[in-house]
């Protein structure tokens, strides 16, 4: 263990996310933008009142890529820590888990699993952080079996993946579509 200056010189922040329903909130370190940006999207009425169904996505300092139910956020209460230097593992001694949680309403535990692919987990971080039809609730995805599994968006509170896994997608999408874009131009 080495000892590294923090995320910012002075301070670590977090978001502690307090839903309906749930016992325990939610707790994530999260860089200086994500703060702000997450003071700036609960600071608008749309954020309460919203009729279509909402997450706020963010990514943590833990890798992780996290949406929250704006319907289902009770509280959220913003933290920073004035922390000059703190003990970090070195990213080896660190294990990143390929799971996905999915948080639901009414359940004491989430349900856990994994993606086929980094690009169907993109696509999947890529609804959520989108404007969600509400007469098209379920989102649909494969599992790392070959296996479908369709939810409903509406009892979701909380979704988290890995980041990593979410930007593997993103590269290998885009990947593909500057190699369609070649063979466009082609004669």
């Known amino acids: 263990m080495t000892i590294t200056n923090s995320q910012s010189e002075f301070k ?12 325990a909130p939610f707790r994530y370190e999260v860089s200086e933008a994500e703060f702000t940006r997450a003071k700036r999207v609960f600071d608008t009425d749309k954020a309460a ?16 890529t996290v ?16 922390i000059k230097h703190r003990l970090q593992e070195c990213p080896e001694d660190k294990e990143l888990s390929e799971e996905i949680k999915l948080y639901f309403r009414g359940r004491a ?24 039809d509400p007469n098209h609730a379920f989102i649909e995805f494969t599992d790392e079996e070959g296996e479908d599994i369709a939810f409903n968006t509406q009892h ?14 993103q590269r290998l999408v885009r990947g593909q579509e500057d190699r369609n874009n070649d063979q466009q131009g082609e004669f």
């Open 156 to 169: 979701l509170m909380v979704f988290e993946a890995p980041t990593d896994q979410i930007e593997e997608g």
């Open 12 to 23: 670590d922040f977090f978001l502690t996310i307090y839903l309906n329903g749930c016992e």
């Open 67 to 82: 949406a929250v139910s704006l319907k289902d956020v009770d509280l959220i209460h913003y933290l920073w820590e004035p």
């Open 49 to 64: 009142v919203a009729p279509a169904i909402r997450f706020f996505c963010f990514d943590t300092t833990e890798g992780l």
């Open 109 to 132: 535990e989430p349900f856990v699993t994994f993606i086929e692919t980094p690009e169907m987990l993109y696509a999947l971080s890529i609804e959520l952080d989108s404007n969600i």
